[in-house]
């Protein structure tokens, strides 16, 4: 403690004696310590190059791969592969090709001898992986050091183009499935059954329609040979765009030219045109499941959950952003949910539904947007002795979309889209997937602050 204050001490008095020493005027009458000192070197600070360090640079390669990369500071990155490849594409193969392929990501390759030896190498340079899909997209992605940029894109380009799909692997993945799909069923939350189910009403039998999880039935019959049809039409360079954020994009081209370039993939020579092009149909339609799944002897009520919907708009038309503002507006949650403003309580499905019908559980709104297609929906849960009122004041809720939005709340709901989607891009591995799936479905990347403008307007 002492130590400390005669340090400040000292410090305190050096400033005074500078300060007297250039202000007395004896040696440097018009210096002022407003001024730099003479006979020290200009200090040089940080800055940042204006609109550079937030776009996205894109570079095709001769095969049709788009490389996409975003610089963000930090010693780690996020890297991965993006395949234009879901379960939209199952029209000529049985369902659940893109959920097999899911669950056997990552496994055995060329170069590795089985999954753990993938994950020891990630853990050399402090990493993870993932692989997710949805109804149109395929991502496999890596996080980890910098350093280790060369070992991430090698192994990526093994996981994707190389995997050996060994009987066992697929036998593991059947029972993976299996499991899944019973967990599907017991889970409280129906929120994923929902979602399935008015995809399969809107879109009945066809592209985004199609079941994204493998139905029981089609478990036995993927195999190895079914898989290596589906992937030869699929998994071609001009339908996947390698992404990373938080490197340097020259690097990253360099890894993909080693890796990616002149790669045979182990299904031999792509067939991209066997590719299905369908255009999504709305049909609507009614889905229902009527089994009375009991839960054991759980605190969780017996409830009906009910979701209707209406078309929308694809991600690349203009009414995008309006739908997603509207979307915001709807809102909604759970009925137990505590605090003020900042927990959305001014959203429509609070107000008008939540706050007026007590015996409401649940009422949210989920927009869910495709290349060619889209769905705007509202999901509800009530007592069963209560479905038709429910059904009747959820329809009156889309009647009203259809009125005037008032000043405040649709001022309320673009603030809201706005913090929501800066807030998200704060993360490293959400920078990545919107780099990799607008670059993937565009060719281009929308910044931050042109979505904000175009949200304003």
């Known amino acids: 403690m002492c130590q400390v204050i005669v340090i400040s001490t000292a410090v305190l008095t050096f400033g005074i004696a500078v300060y007297r020493k250039y202000s007395s005027g004896s040696r440097y009458p018009n210096i002022s310590l ?28 001769e095969n049709g791969l788009k490389v996409a990369s975003q610089n963000k500071f930090g010693q780690f990155c996020t890297v991965g592969i993006l395949v ?8 000529k193969y049985p369902s659940g090709i893109a959920h097999f392929l899911e669950k056997l990501a990552f496994s055995s390759t060329a170069q590795y001898g089985s999954k753990d030896e993938i994950l020891l190498t990630l853990e050399k340079h402090g990493g993870i992986c993932d692989c997710q899909t949805s109804r149109d997209t395929t991502m496999y992605a890596v996080s980890a050091e910098v350093k280790g940029l060369d070992t991430i894109v090698s192994l990526l380009s093994d996981a994707v183009l190389q995997p050996r799909l060994l009987d066992e692997e697929i036998e593991m993945t059947r029972m993976a499935v299996r499991f899944e799909l019973e967990d599907l069923n017991m889970r409280p939350d129906p929120e994923p059954l929902l979602t399935e189910m008015i995809h399969a009403a809107a879109y009945r039998g066809n592209t985004v329609g199609l079941p994204r999880f493998c139905p029981v039935d089609n478990v036995e019959k993927i195999d190895k040979k079914l898989l290596h049809t589906y992937l030869r039409s699929y998994y071609c ?12 994009h ?17 299904w031999g020579a792509s067939t991209p045109t ?15 499941d009527m089994s009375d799944v009991s839960l054991g002897p759980t605190p969780i009520p017996e409830l009906t959950h009910i979701m209707i919907g209406l078309e929308s708009c694809s991600f690349l038309e203009e009414d995008f952003i309006p739908f997603a503002v509207l979307n915001m507006m709807m809102g ?7 605090g003020g403003p900042g927990k959305g309580m001014f959203t429509r499905l609070y107000l008008n539904v939540l706050n007026r019908h007590h015996w409401m559980y649940n009422a949210t709104s989920y927009h869910h947007s495709y290349e060619d297609s889209g769905l705007l929906c509202i999901h509800a849960s009530a007592d069963p002795r209560q479905v038709r009122e429910m059904v009747e004041i959820i329809t009156r809720e889309f009647i009203q979309m259809a009125g005037t939005a008032g000043e405040m709340e649709l001022a309320r709901a673009k603030t809201q889209l706005k913090s929501m989607l800066m807030m998200n891009l704060e993360s490293r591995p959400v920078i990545f997937e919107d780099v ?22």
Request: aromatic fraction near 4%; charge should be neutral.
């Open 332 to 338: 909604g949650g759970g009925s137990f949910s505590a």
């Open 84 to 91: 234009n490849s879901g379960s939209r594409h199952e029209t």
């Open 237 to 248: 360079p001009e339908r996947m765009v390698l992404a990373g954020v938080g490197i340097e």
């Open 274 to 288: 066997n590719v299905d092009l369908s255009v999504a149909q709305y049909t609507g339609g009614i889905v229902r």
């Open 250 to 266: 020259e690097q990253l081209v360099a890894c993909a030219r080693k890796y990616l370039l002149d790669v045979k993939p182990v």
């Open 436 to 457: 990799g799936r607008q670059v993937l479905a565009t060719g281009k990347r929308k910044l931050p602050h042109e979505l904000c403008d175009l949200i304003s307007e």
């Open 34 to 61: 407003s001024a730099p000192l003479p006979g020290i070197p200009k200090p040089v600070f940080a800055s940042v190059d204006g609109q550079e360090q937030c776009e996205t640079k894109i570079t095709t390669l």
